[in-house]
């Protein structure tokens, strides 16, 4: 029987949750027994190649092409997680929600005081995204079926979800492991 | 102007003997004097009673009849309770707009009328009904939203607004109000004849231990709605540590669908002051506090004026009735439109001068209350019965109702019925004969105890209104057959939303996400997996909020979840491509496809 398969995705976030995945280190090996990688930045792979298991999204939707991403992982993973708080609360890029997006792009391109752009141009170029008018949590885009919280959601509990759900065991979570402050 | 700004402030904070702890009356005071709070005016009081200019922001911006900014010289708050939608609020709230000219929560452009929402205002047996400063009107119409404006236009004074009288105080000079008492039911407790001051002297004539006893033996329990046993409370209050005493009476009935303590305040102000001073020699209290909310504030001169003639007759001040050492008078604290102030810790908060928040607990107010000092807090209708029971004996009182919870209790019904109004029933009755009594046989659903009780359907008729099977501070709202639950639902989570005190992230943020899933479900986009959603969310909700606002706000989600499932279920329908129905992605583009001047090319259509 092939093995299952698990795609990842870094949408609007840092790739924090993804340095995550490579910290569980050693055991990495291990999960590439258990799964191969589809659609993944772990891998390189652009487009989906089949259907998968599971897929794990980092980051919130902040413009056309997280959504486009993000519902591509739906239509193609069986089970959808949302890893860390970006996804889970849109978080750090979120925190442009309450001002206008016309306002964001004029400070980041024009009047910050760290910006050099003497041709006062904000880029438009048409292979840009657009920009969706605030930051999405993952959940009012498209339906999600486990939240893994954390900021990044660190390694040992990605490891223990991806376990439990491969193995079809139930997944224990000590309040330790998922308590961040 | 600036001048006299400054001039009359110094001279309210003056009256208010420069005591930061009166803050709620000073900042009322310069609400009424101009209208608003100023910033200059913020200024000016922390510098007359010398606080933080936040300890004063943080009281001006928490009560909904304060604001900073200007308001117009009349103030006209639409109540816009579920209650009042039901009776025909859209009409109404149309014809204000087009009278006036101005939209809900503006001022006329002469500065002189502004217009509000404001949540229930224990008018619901006469809804929809409107508070024009201190007046209040009842049973309007679209009409009388047009001879009412008219009338205002010419004078801007809203004493002269009334031209129709209520029944008994209300027609009374001190009152002048329009509202009816809408007593439909006397029992044998509140409503009947009484023999005044009989229970003061039989208190009086005992210790204060044995006045406890008594209570305890007729085994009364609160009639706010908790139900926690009087007499403990006031052993507790007794037995703590602390020179100072206090009683605070809790009427500030706000929960919606609750109008039997006006009705009280009204007709039987002396039973109520008479309990209180029962109460303050029971735990050895020399002040009492009447919180009044400031929806009730046209009883004011009433009460003011019984409290004036008790004293007078040595009901109160210095050795009472000749009891030597027994001295004890009342005042009242108005408040200043806060639901959450009927919470009895947030009650004490706002007494002392501060924004509505509640307390925690413990130490609980028995221990550590008004001012740090051992406080008993009671509701109005729990005092009157503490004259009763002196009055009649404990026996007396035990006898009358169900073995768990003895005596009367008063229910304020309205809704679709045909006879709403104040009922006093024996503890015990089952629904089904209520609701025979009140005109309703043909319910679909009844709201006992108000949004933070329980809403039931007929598989509930045949429990009992008492402490043991449900609950209710008095609140009995009736649903027709023809309502939608699940709407109901959702309009009493936008009351707790604007409500919420806003301290705790379970509350503040949970009963949003609530009411986001009921729109979600009513506008047709809801999937069968957020019922359990709502749920989980509700419990979550229930378990971690910090005061009894968010640990009853669920309520109305969770009851008519589980009461009225098949309305909820014939509503959602699971969702085939795994997308959020809620996300509009061309919405969501819109404002930069504006700013870019250019289209997306992924989502053409």
Sequence with gaps: MAKPKIATASLAGCFGCHMSILDIDERILKLIELVDFDKSPINDFKEFTGRC???????????EDNVHVLRDFRKHCDILISVGDCAINGDIPALRNNIPLKECLEEAYLNGPSVYNPEKTIPNDKELPLCLDRVYPCHEVVKIDYFLPGCPANAEIIWQALVALLTNKPLELPYEMIKYD | MIESLQSEVKQICKSCGNDRTKMMDIVRGVQEKFGQVSSEAMNLIAKSVN?????????????????????????????????????????????FKK??????????????????????????????????????????????????????????????????????????????????????????????????????????????????????NARLRGRGGAGFPTGMKWQFTRAAEGTKKYILCNADEGEPGTFKDRVILTERADMLFEGMTIGGYAIGAETGILYLRAEYAYLRKLLE??????????????????????????????????????????????????????????????????????????????????ARILEMGAGWFAEIGSKGSPSTKLLSVSGDCRLPGVYEFPFGIKVSDLLKEVGAEDAQAVLIGGPSGQIIGPNDYKRTICYDDLATGGAVVVFGPERDMVKIAAEYMDFFVEESCGYCTPCRVGNVLLKKYLDKILDGKGEPTDLDFLKSLGESIKITSRCGLGQTSPNPVLTTLKNFRSSYESKVKPATDGFQPTFDIKKALAEHESIAKRKSVIYTE
Excluded at chain 2, 73 to 80: A, D, G, Q, T, Y
Excluded at chain 2, 324 to 334: A, V
């Design chain 2, 51 to 95: 606080c933080h200019r936040v300890e004063v922001e943080s009281v001006v911006s928490f009560y909904a009849f304060l604001s900073k900014k200007p308001k117009g010289k009349i103030v006209i708050r639409l109540c816009n309770d579920v209650i009042d939608k039901m009776a025909g609020l859209a009409p109404v709230a149309d014809a």
């Design chain 2, 305 to 386: 004026k019984v409290l004036k003639e008790r004293r007078d007759k040595n009901l109160l001040g210095n050795n009472i009735l000749g009891k030597k050492g027994f001295n004890f008078d009342i005042t009242i604290q108005m408040g200043a439109g806060a639901y959450i102030c009927g919470e009895e810790t947030s009650l004490i908060s706002s007494c002392e001068g501060l924004r509505g928040d509640p307390k925690t607990r413990p130490p609980f107010p028995a221990q550590k209350g008004y001012m740090g000092n051992p406080s008993a807090v009671n509701n109005v209708e729990t005092l009157c019965c503490v």
């Design chain 2, 99 to 216: 009278e006036l000219g101005i939209d809900f929560g503006q001022t006329t452009p002469d500065g002189k009328i502004t217009l509000e929402y404001t949540p229930c205002i224990g008018m619901c047996d006469q809804a929809p009904a409107a508070l024009v400063n201190d007046e209040i009107i009842t049973y309007l119409s679209s009409d009388k939203v047009r001879e009412l404006v008219a009338d205002l236009r010419k004078h801007y004074n809203p004493d002269k607004i009334i031209h129709r009288l209520g029944d008994g105080n209300n027609a009374s000079e001190l009152v002048h109000s329009c509202v009816h008492n809408g007593i439909r039911k006397k029992g044998r407790v509140i409503f009947s004849e009484y023999k005044e001051e009989a229970g003061l002297k039989n208190a009086l004539a005992v210790s204060p231990v044995e006045v406890i006893n008594e209570v305890k």
């Design chain 1, 53 to 63: 298991a599971i897929g794990l999204i980092e980051g919130g939707c902040a413009n």
